[in-house]
């Protein structure tokens, strides 16, 4: 950073706990590894105000990033911290993606205070989530069950099924374990038996395009193996017009090299449809050639009869 630059970097975020734990964490890490102070502007957000309707309903998850974005416009903030699955695949004009953290656990857990797994519901049990994805795997793992929409933040979320609103819950590992709240999770899906979003579990720090210095600094917080798997991901989501009100999982772990994509696509207007499956391999060296791969994803799901699914959804 120069000597022109402002002492304080302001990071904007939400003011739920999971998303003040993980401002805190870029403000203390930026003051661990880059010596620059930061300091948090606690904005809340239209999704964070609406909850009587699911996000698919009232303009998707971009809802929750759009108020910190003006932020960064308007001089406010100079950083905003997000969980990446809630970031739109396209960003306005003006900003980026500056670094995407090393990701915590990516999978999805099933939270219940009477039941050790989703094999042990009885028939018919009441199930929470809003997330289509979540729904249409549900439904695909078992058709007998009812689904019911949960929202809120993560506390409001665990205190409705303590008070005895559902049979079990479904949340993000990730969140859980960030709240210290790891023991609620009484058993975590199988990457392939219930495919998580596109960035779930990672963090993404979005700047102005034009903020250089800062882009610059936060290049030494980029994981590579999370960078590339995220923007494989976010690929499928882009190619196939991704929003909340389509219900795709994506999920790509990148080894010695080598990336597995795992994708499926469900029916948000009729979720006993069967799911879309693919499951693609190949050598990752940069930003292109990951996104290639979420591409030929996208393209195979969209052979096995994806398009109509999409219409499907977009007419529900």
Sequence with gaps: MNSSQPDTV???TRESRLALWQAEHVRDRLAAELSLKAELLGMTTRGDQILDRSLSKVGGKGLFVKELETALEDGRARLAVHSLKDVPMDLPAGFVLAAILEREDPRDAFVSSRYEDVDALPQGACVGTSSLRRVVQLKALRPDLRIEPLRGNLDTRLRKLDEGGYDAIVLAAAGLKRLGLGERIRAVFN???MIPAAGQGALGLEVREDDAALRQAL????????WLATHAERAVSRALG?????PLAAHAVVT??????????????DPSQPLLRARLSGPVADTATAEALGQA???QLRQQGGDAYLAAGAAA
């Design 191 to 193: 990457e392939q038996r």
């Design 10 to 12: 302001v990071i904007a």
């Design 219 to 226: 290049q030494a917080f980029i994981h590579t193996p999370t």
């Design 242 to 246: 991704g929003s909340c009100s389509v």
């Design 256 to 269: 010695a090299g080598q990336m597995q994509l795992d994708v499926a696509l469900g029916n948000a207007a």
């Design 297 to 299: 994803a996208a393209a």
